[in-house]
Every structure is written in structure tokens, then in C-alpha cells.
């Protein structure tokens, strides 16, 4: 079975966030689907689109998991956002949460490895 995901966060003002996505994301949305409405492709198969919706904004959250958290975390601060919070799970999964104006998250994770210690 063929499997492909298109996850949407509702935000209250479109054009307003957009710049946000593409700093966080790395690239402009990859197509408008309307006036309201931008998508971005992170991968095969894999989307993320953002719709106005005001009496539904700010109560979204998705997880993007990567292979190199700390290599995305670099990109997106050289992008100029910062992280609200990180979290440590067991076995070495971090996720780092940012949220955009409306109080949707959206964070990054991954499995963080430790280099050995010096014997």
C-alpha cells in the first residue's frame, strides 16, 4: 500500500504567515492551492499546507521527523527563527518546537546521537 501525507495547519491571516513557513520550511510554498491556501512539499509524497482559517487557527501541531536534527535546526536558524522549547525523549530523541503567530507547533525530530566517550 501506497502511503502519502498532506497535513495542514489553520492560521488566521494566509498572507500573513506565509514568510514564517517559508523561513521554516527553507523554500517558498511550493503551489498555491487558492488565495488562502500554500503548500509546501517537505519530501516524496509528503506536504504541508497552510489555510486562513480564523475561527479555526492556532490549535495544530505536526512532527516532522529528520535524520539530522541538529543539521535542520542550524538551517532554520540561519533563517532567523529560533526554537520555543526542546524536548528529550528516551533513547536519544530530541524535538525542538517552534510555533508560529496564530499558536500552531510545529516541531522537528530525531534521534541525536552522542559521540563516544574518550576511552
Same mark, same amino acid.
Given at each position: 500500500?501506497? #502511503?502519502?501525507?498532506?497535513?495542514?495547519?489553520?492560521? %488566521?491571516?494566509?498572507?500573513?504567515? +506565509? /514568510?514564517?513557513?517559508?523561513r521554516l520550511f527553507g523554500s517558498?510554498? %511550493?503551489?498555491?492551492? %487558492?488565495?488562502?491556501? %500554500? +503548500?509546501?512539499? #517537505?519530501?516524496?509524497?509528503?506536504?504541508?499546507?497552510?489555510?486562513?482559517?480564523?475561527?479555526?487557527? /492556532?490549535?495544530?501541531? #505536526?512532527? +516532522?521527523?529528520?535524520?539530522?536534527?541538529? /543539521?535542520?535546526?542550524?538551517? !532554520?536558524?540561519?533563517?532567523? #527563527?529560533?526554537?520555543?522549547?526542546?524536548?528529550?525523549?528516551?533513547?536519544?530523541?530530541?524535538?525542538?518546537?517552534? /510555533?508560529?503567530?496564530?499558536?500552531?507547533?510545529?516541531?522537528?525530530?530525531? !534521534?541525536v546521537v552522542s559521540p563516544p566517550p574518550h576511552a
Amino acid at each position: 500500500m501506497a #502511503l502519502a501525507l498532506f497535513a495542514g495547519l489553520l492560521v %488566521s491571516e494566509h498572507d500573513a504567515v +506565509v /514568510g514564517w513557513y517559508s523561513r521554516l520550511f527553507g523554500s517558498e510554498p %511550493s503551489f498555491a492551492a %487558492s488565495d488562502t491556501e %500554500s +503548500v509546501w512539499r #517537505l519530501a516524496d509524497d509528503r506536504w504541508v499546507y497552510v489555510q486562513q482559517n480564523p475561527a479555526h487557527a /492556532g490549535h495544530g501541531a #505536526l512532527m +516532522v521527523l529528520v535524520d539530522d536534527l541538529e /543539521g535542520t535546526l542550524a538551517g !532554520i536558524a540561519g533563517r532567523g #527563527l529560533t526554537p520555543a522549547r526542546r524536548e528529550d525523549y528516551p533513547g536519544g530523541m530530541q524535538k525542538a518546537v517552534f /510555533g508560529d503567530a496564530d499558536g500552531n507547533e510545529v516541531g522537528f525530530g530525531g !534521534i541525536v546521537v552522542s559521540p563516544p566517550p574518550h576511552a
